[in-house]
């Protein structure tokens, strides 16, 4: 099912979100995959930002049954989420296999973190411009897919490895503004 978004100006024709509920903005329309296993696998891909192997997969996605999980259980979960998306977003955002691992393709795209993090890198240094740095980030924080981050999530895999992500990205900006400041 696809929605529209209203996205503004500033983001990619293409962009896997993760930063909230888990699915793919393609131009002026959102859909996301239609199971939770299927969005824990494309937040997972989209996350790693690399090749991604199948026991890394079963670890992140399969968490408590992981030692119950085969890699051709991953690899039947990885065909249903080609499937959807080539039936989603045809070949905006694939997923190749380029060599012992699976890796998340999003062609003149990428993902709405990637474009938080850059934001955030646009921030100017803490020493110089405080303020500035300050108003920067706080841009950063507004931009729809953050805006959007954890409220309307409900899918528990998935909120799980985004909040993880999260809480590490925030903790690791909180020490580079500590080790600045003294």
């Known amino acids: 099912m696809r929605y529209p978004t209203g996205t503004g100006v ?6 896997v ?3 909230g509920t888990v699915g793919i903005r393609r131009g002026d329309e959102w859909c996301a ?3 939770g296993l299927l969005r824990a696998l494309l937040a997972t891909l989209a996350l790693a930002g690399a090749e991604t192997t199948a026991p890394a997969l079963i670890d992140a996605v399969w968490q408590d049954r ?28 694939r ?21 938080f993090r850059g934001l955030i890198r646009q921030a100017p240094h803490p020493e110089r ?3 500035g740095r300050a108003a920067v980030l706080s841009d950063a924080l507004v931009e729809d897919a953050v805006r959007r981050a954890l409220v309307r ?3 528990g895999m998935v909120r799980r490895i985004v909040v993880e992500t ?8 909180i020490e580079k503004i500590k080790a600045h400041s003294e």
Do not use: F, K, N
């Open 10 to 15: 500033g983001a990619p024709a293409v962009e």
């Open 17 to 19: 979100m993760v930063l």
């Open 166 to 173: 999260a809480e590490r990205l925030i903790r690791e900006e």
């Open 33 to 35: 995959p239609p199971t």
């Open 129 to 131: 411009d405080p303020q």
């Open 66 to 93: 992981a030692g119950s999980i085969r890699e051709a259980t991953v690899a039947v979960a990885i065909h249903r989420l080609r499937r959807w998306l080539a039936a989603s977003v045809h070949d905006a955002v």
């Open 95 to 115: 997923i190749s296999r380029p060599a012992s691992g699976y890796l998340l393709e999003v062609p003149g795209g990428g993902t709405d973190l990637e474009r």
């Open 153 to 155: 999530m409900t899918d």
